[in-house]
């Protein structure tokens, strides 16, 4: 299996930090499926994840995040 990689930008710390995490291709699927395309889905996905990084415990302090489940706290885009 695949892993699209995914470049997330976090303010809330100084200075501000690049983290990168790996989402599994099949579940980077359903969201382009549901937002209407690859560019959409990754532009969501990394824009929540920015918004949001103490929602889905980003470890800031890790270069590398292991795969991020998103449907778990996301049920929106589950349905």
């Known amino acids: 299996m695949k892993n699209r990689k995914i470049n997330v930008y976090t303010y809330e710390i100084d200075p501000p930090h690049k983290t990168t995490i790996s989402l599994p291709d099949y579940l980077f699927e359903l969201f382009a499926v549901k937002l209407g395309g690859t560019t959409q889905a990754q532009d969501w996905i990394q824009a929540e994840l920015e918004r949001n990084p103490t929602k889905y415990a980003i470890d800031t302090s890790q270069q590398v995040r292991k ?4 449907l778990l706290t996301v049920p929106s885009l589950a349905t």
Do not use: D, M, R, S
């Open 67 to 70: 795969t991020i489940t998103l």
